[in-house]
Every structure is written in C-alpha cells, then in structure tokens.
C-alpha cells in the first residue's frame, strides 16, 4: 500500500521568511503562515480565530521564499507534514510539527483573478503576535 502524507494551505505569510544556510552551504527558509477560520456559535454570533502553520523550504526554493515573501503576503503551498524534535536554550527536548514545502503558488493581489475563499483570506489578514511569530520561526 503506498503511503500519501500532503498538505496544501492557503493563507498569509505571518512574518517575513528567514534565510539561512546549513553547514554544508545548502539554503533553508522558515516561516509560517496563517489560516482563517470563522464560524457561527449557539447564539448565531460569527466567530472568528486563526492557524499558524510552520513551513519549511529548501535549496532553490527556499531561496524564492525569501526574495518574493513578506509578511502578509497572501500564498499558496504544498508539501508534506514532518514531526522533529530539538534541545532549547532551557535544555529541554520540544517537539514541532512542520510542513516541508515542495511546490509555492504566489497568490495574485487581484480580487478578480482570487477565489471567494481567498478573497475572504485576502480582505481580512490575521497576524500572529509578536510572540507567536517569534516562537514559530526561532523553533
């Protein structure tokens, strides 16, 4: 049986990517990136909140990342969930989940050209703190 692990999220970029370098020389960017969800409660208010997804690029396209995104930026991606661990500062072990991008669609400014799902993304962003952006790129 073959195994599908694939995420595709449409959204605002949080903050803008962070570009760095392995050892070995290979570019890796960081950033995450923010979904609306609005729904109706028991008393029929509209209820709104957001999800902040952890994305992950590398080589030629994490390079891409971080000459065409900037914060708010609206963007579709696709790639696949990956689970890792790492030691903090506080010698802990934390856990993160994040998404390995394997393909970016920029996301046209143009509200004629945009579904009535990203219109609503592109009309109203939702940004993280700036606690929650600082948390999602330093993981």
């Not at 661990?85 to 934390?94: L, M, P, Q, V």
């Not at 579904?115 to 929650?132: L, N």
Request: proline share 3%; hydrophobic share 35%; charged share 30%.
């Amino acid at each position: 049986m073959k195994s599908i692990n694939r995420v595709s999220i449409l959204g605002r970029v949080v903050a803008d990517p962070e570009l760095k370098a392995t050892k070995s020389g290979k570019s890796v960017s960081s950033f995450a990136i923010a979904t609306n969800n609005e729904w109706y409660d028991s008393e029929g208010e509209v209820k709104k909140s957001a999800d902040f997804h952890r994305i992950v690029s590398w080589g030629k396209l994490a390079e891409l990342c971080s000459r065409h995104l900037r914060k708010g930026s609206p963007v579709f991606v696709e790639g696949r969930l990956t689970n890792r661990s790492y030691e903090g500062s506080d010698k802990n072990t934390h856990y993160i989940t994040e998404i390995v991008l394997n393909d970016l669609h920029l996301v046209p400014f143009e509200r004629s050209n945009q579904t009535a799902d990203a219109r609503s993304i592109a009309e109203e962003p939702v940004e993280a703190s700036k606690e929650e952006a600082k948390e999602l790129v330093a993981a």
